[in-house]
């Protein structure tokens, strides 16, 4: 009697163990913070993959650039160090030459055409790009229309941005961009902004409305501009053996969870951007929100004239002319 109870517990000991290494936890990571849109974009995501799987794959979600940067972050995906990463698409062209044609300044008409695109056949063709790179990636999401930020003056024109030194995403499209407004580029990773602002080694930075909240960026920024001068996407990656390691349902599982995420991801970024600028002024930075755009495409011509050459005029009217 008593050796039976015994195999009882002790098959019934393994069988809990078995249960317990079934569960496969995997890491994703963000350079903001967990309250902001890429936060309830990973949290989302975790969730889903958790309830899609049964609770055999766990998600654990890491923010504020606890494991880097985000060109940290996409590197340790392609190295397969870090199963997941979202990130803006500001490092991507690093690692998906492909991709920088998303950054190009004015490309974007408004966030209902961005959102089309990436969604429509141009964005699934681009997500397929990544593939070659050690990636999976299982959906696009959204970072949102870039705005400029100072603490030294207004910027009602192009020419208020000369001569100001500004922190540039590490993306080649977007420091040429810059460049051509007379912009001192300062190429740094997100999770030094705050401090750099803070110190005055840059006067400046451009961010959606949602990072520059969540970053708290008033604090340390007098000026606001909605020069809406770029849209930035945002992007759900896994390294790409992990991925092939799953079952054609778990994949899908994943893609599915992702997709879940960029849902609450977007609705954040219309929240954000619906409420943001009361809340800043609130907060006390000047918001100038009546930006003459044309003047900005403008000083852009000649820079514009090189994105086509480089990335083909066809290709860019191609995005442009999506309904």
Same mark, same amino acid.
């Given at each position: 009697?008593?050796?039976?109870?015994?195999? %009882?517990? %002790?098959?019934?000991? %393994? +069988?809990?163990?078995?249960?317990?290494? #079934? @569960?496969?936890?995997?890491?994703?990571?963000?350079?903001?913070? @967990?309250?902001?849109?890429?936060?309830?974009?990973? *949290?989302?995501?975790?969730?889903?993959?958790?309830?899609?799987?049964?609770?055999?794959?766990?998600?654990?979600?890491?923010?504020?650039?606890?494991?880097?940067?985000?060109?940290?972050?996409?590197?340790?995906? @392609?190295?397969?160090?870090?199963?997941?990463?979202?990130?803006?698409?500001?490092?991507?062209?690093?690692?998906?030459?492909?991709? !920088?044609?998303?950054?190009?300044?004015?490309? $974007?008409?408004? =966030?209902?055409?961005?959102?089309?695109?990436?969604?429509?056949?141009?964005?699934?063709?681009?997500?397929?790009?990544?593939?070659?790179?050690? $990636?999976?990636?299982?959906?696009?999401?959204?970072?949102?229309?870039?705005? &400029?930020?100072?603490?030294?003056?207004?910027?009602?024109?192009?020419?208020?941005?000369?001569?100001? =030194? &500004?922190?540039? &995403?590490?993306?080649?499209?977007?420091?040429? #961009?810059?460049?051509?407004?007379?912009?001192?580029?300062?190429?740094? #990773?997100?999770?030094?902004?705050?401090?750099?602002? /803070?110190?005055?080694?840059?006067? +400046? /930075?451009?961010?959606?409305?949602?990072?520059?909240?969540?970053? !708290?960026?008033?604090?340390?920024?007098?000026?606001?501009?909605?020069?809406?001068?770029?849209?930035?996407?945002?992007?759900?990656?896994?390294?790409?053996?992990?991925?092939?390691?799953?079952?054609?349902?778990?994949?899908?599982?994943?893609?599915?969870?992702?997709?879940?995420?960029?849902? #609450?991801?977007?609705?954040?970024?219309?929240?954000? *951007?619906?409420?943001?600028?009361?809340?800043?002024?609130?907060?006390?930075?000047?918001?100038?929100?009546?930006?003459?755009?044309? =003047?900005?495409?403008?000083?852009?011509?000649?820079?514009?004239?090189?994105?086509?050459? @480089?990335?083909?005029?066809?290709?860019?009217?191609?995005?442009?002319?999506? =309904?």
């Amino acid at each position: 009697m008593k050796l039976s109870k015994l195999v %009882l517990g %002790l098959s019934l000991a %393994l +069988g809990f163990v078995a249960a317990a290494s #079934a @569960q496969t936890t995997m890491k994703i990571s963000i350079s903001t913070a @967990q309250n902001s849109h890429q936060g309830i974009a990973i *949290d989302t995501f975790a969730k889903e993959v958790e309830k899609r799987t049964g609770g055999r794959y766990k998600i654990q979600t890491f923010y504020n650039g606890a494991l880097g940067g985000e060109r940290e972050s996409i590197e340790a995906v @392609q190295l397969g160090t870090q199963e997941l990463a979202f990130s803006s698409t500001g490092p991507v062209p690093n690692f998906v030459p492909e991709a !920088k044609i998303l950054d190009v300044p004015f490309l $974007f008409r408004d =966030k209902a055409h961005a959102r089309a695109v990436l969604d429509g056949p141009i964005g699934q063709e681009m997500l397929v790009k990544f593939d070659a790179k050690g $990636f999976k990636a299982l959906a696009w999401a959204e970072n949102g229309f870039r705005h &400029m930020t100072n603490s030294k003056r207004p910027v009602n024109v192009p020419e208020d941005l000369k001569g100001l =030194k &500004m922190r540039t &995403m590490e993306n080649p499209v977007h420091i040429a #961009a810059y460049k051509g407004f007379g912009i001192v580029t300062t190429p740094m #990773a997100f999770p030094e902004v705050f401090t750099a602002l /803070q110190q005055g080694t840059v006067d +400046g /930075q451009e961010n959606p409305l949602s990072v520059i909240i969540s970053a !708290k960026f008033d604090q340390v920024q007098k000026h606001l501009s909605l020069t809406g001068h770029v849209y930035s996407p945002a992007i759900f990656l896994m390294n790409k053996a992990a991925y092939e390691k799953l079952s054609a349902a778990d994949k899908q599982a994943f893609i599915d969870a992702a997709k879940e995420g960029t849902k #609450a991801n977007r609705a954040r970024v219309d929240e954000d *951007d619906a409420k943001g600028v009361a809340d800043l002024r609130a907060k006390g930075m000047t918001v100038i929100d009546n930006v003459d755009k044309a =003047k900005f495409v403008t000083v852009l011509a000649p820079v514009n004239a090189e994105f086509e050459k @480089q990335f083909g005029k066809a290709n860019i009217d191609r995005i442009r002319a999506v =309904k």
